[in-house]
């Protein structure tokens, strides 16, 4: 039987001395530590809703909570975190990265989360605490609205990936209108990493058939439980729109279709039973990873001090040599990601050209073929209708292609970044891998380089003049034969047609095109900024050692002495770790 006060107190413990011997270079570790440390003291369990862009994350937020308060829209959320807790009544805080904060209305929220309001995060904010009085959250749950991955702004996925590591449990919503792409495989096995816990959840389900939903069901269970080695996988269907719905207008009959319901009581089963449990286990696999990076630079340091100094100067000629191998290495894996980048970029353009010229001509035509059809219309009324029937067919068309080019942009980018992430990260280990060996330390892999965040979905909103009034036609119509008059505004609203289309294409183009450079440069950069941090770190600290070589012998024992009480003790607490994780782990 576990005690989870006892557990907890000894986890706390455990995290507390690993702080102590992490030194002010690792000051990331330290905050992460000191959240770790909070989360357990407040028994705040991080369950946090994830999944790409346009799944319904913040609509099936609204419906497990009953009500609408997280902001829902088409266009993506800015890179916030929304975290929902509980309290005694709603209230809304906007945490600000200056450290100041302000309380704001549920209304004014959509000022400070969305793209809209606060466009690339002008307004920085941290963070928007919501409190709310929902029995599910009573129970310690915090829940977390994630920006969406594979959204076009690239901080959104920054952020959810940033955010990992503080998760303990994770719901990962995908649609029945999308199945799941390979890049969310690759996001899925990042989350697995972190939570303890998946549900899945398959969103959307009213736009489909009841047999439809069972083969998309079956086909997501197949393939994830092949991407995922996972032996079963359960998936809950419902429709968080219809669930949201049928709450706020008490019908208890379309809350149940909506399968909100079923899902719910298994969390809810969860949580009461297993998440004390969920969670020291979620903050036993953070400390342990905290080890294994302290224990890594802690070694290289006393293997360097131990080196003679005759022999430590040749191994870091030998490091050196193998940096300049590997900035030369760096160079042509970078140079074939620019080019096949570049390349892509290329097709993209070739494919938009292709588009625009033969979309325009069929547009065209339903134009007219529309304007003759309804001729029998006033003509002011006809050139409005006319305007408004190829508006929406002008939108859907650019959608249609858009949505389609850009599942096509994701897929090859995807291959693309997915080659480079492998080849970086073979880098970063064969040089702590050459550096454990010259200085005799077992080596662990702790180097994860993060999956691509492709540029995903675009947002566009045509918006036609609305006072376009076509004054011409109109205004000299009584001097005119109708038939004159009808075809100098058909000739109108084709010009018309032909600007508009040609200004929104060249909006699309234009946009994705340069989030898609903005995206690759910013995932080069990444890449080649983890090379130089871990060619940095391990040079300064070798360096250290051959300065702490000239301050005498006393100061090198006293050194050395620090060091491997330090791997003692984190040995010690490793292993107090490990044994309670092992029982936490029998105990599920």
């Not at 497990?64 to 929304?82: D, F, H, M, R, Y």
């Not at 289309?501 to 903005?518: L, N, P, S, T």
Request: some cysteine; glycine content about 4%.
């Amino acid at each position: 039987m576990l005690n989870f006060e006892r557990a907890k107190e000894q986890l706390i413990q455990c995290l507390e001395e690993v702080k102590k011997i992490a030194n002010d270079k690792e000051k990331s570790m330290i905050e992460a530590i000191d959240y770790e440390i909070d989360k357990l003291l407040k028994n705040r369990f991080n369950l946090a809703v994830v999944g790409q862009f346009k799944r319904g994350k913040s609509t099936f937020i609204n419906a497990v909570l009953g009500e609408k308060i997280v902001p829902t829209a088409v266009v993506p959320l800015t890179s916030i975190v929304t975290i929902i807790k509980y309290g005694p009544k709603l209230k809304v805080t906007v945490y600000f990265l200056d450290g100041s904060d302000e309380e704001i209305t549920v209304k004014e929220l959509d000022e400070y989360a969305t793209e809209r309001g606060n466009p690339g995060n002008e307004k920085n904010v941290k963070e928007i605490v919501i409190e709310y009085p929902s029995e599910f959250l009573k129970k310690g749950v915090t829940l977390i609205d994630t920006p969406g991955v594979g959204s076009v702004y690239q901080h959104n996925s920054d952020v959810t990936y940033g955010f990992l590591p503080k998760l303990d449990a994770a719901i990962f919503l995908f649609t029945i209108d999308s199945p799941v792409a390979q890049n969310e495989y690759e996001f899925l096995k990042d989350v697995r990493d972190h939570a303890v816990k998946i549900f899945f959840v398959l969103n959307k389900i009213d736009y489909a058939e009841e047999e439809d939903v069972k083969e998309a069901l079956d086909f997501a269970c197949r393939v994830l439980k092949e991407k995922l080695r996972y032996e079963e996988i359960k998936i809950y269907p419902i429709s968080a729109k219809m669930a949201l719905e049928a709450r706020r207008a008490h019908d208890e009959e379309k809350l149940r279709l909506s399968g909100l319901p079923e899902f719910l009581s298994k969390l809810d089963e969860f949580i009461t039973r297993d998440k004390g449990r969920a969670l020291l286990l979620s903050s036993c696999n953070s400390a342990l990873r905290f080890i294994s990076r302290l224990r890594f630079d802690i070694e290289l340091e006393a293997g360097a001090i131990r080196t003679p100094v005759e022999e430590l100067e040749k191994n870091i000629d030998v490091l050196k040599k193998k940096m300049k191998e590997i900035e030369e290495e760096k160079k042509d894996v970078l140079l074939v990601f620019d080019g096949e980048s570049r390349e892509l970029l290329a097709q993209f353009n070739a494919e938009y050209e292709k588009f625009k010229n033969s979309e325009y001509r069929k547009l065209e035509a339903a134009l007219e073929k529309y304007f003759k059809s309804n001729a029998a219309l006033p003509l002011k009324e006809l050139i409005e209708k006319t305007r408004e029937y190829i508006t929406g067919k002008t939108l859907e068309a650019i959608d249609s292609w858009k949505e389609g080019e850009l599942k096509r942009l994701a897929g090859a980018s995807a291959r693309i970044t997915g080659r480079l992430g492998e080849k970086v990260e073979k880098i970063i280990t064969g040089l702590q891998e050459l550096t454990a060996n010259i200085f005799h330390i077992k080596f662990e892999s702790f180097t994860r380089i993060e999956n691509f965040k492709e540029a995903g979905y675009f947002y566009y909103n045509m918006e036609p003049e609305k006072n376009y009034l076509l004054l011409t036609p109109l205004s000299i119509a009584p001097f005119l034969p109708g038939f004159i008059a009808r075809k100098m505004a058909l000739n109108n609203l084709k010009n018309w047609l032909e600007q508009q289309f040609d200004r929104q294409c060249g909006r699309v183009r234009y946009d994705i095109a340069q989030r898609m450079e903005k995206t690759f440069k910013e995932y080069y950069n990444y890449l080649e900024g983890k090379i130089a941090e871990t060619a940095d770190v391990i040079m300064e600290l070798v360096r250290e050692a051959v300065e702490l070589k000239k301050s005498g012998e006393d100061r090198i024992k006293d050194r050395l002495k620090e060091l491997e009480a330090f791997l003692e003790r984190l040995n010690e607490i490793e292993g107090n770790i490990k044994e309670l994780k092992d029982h936490l782990e029998r105990i599920a």
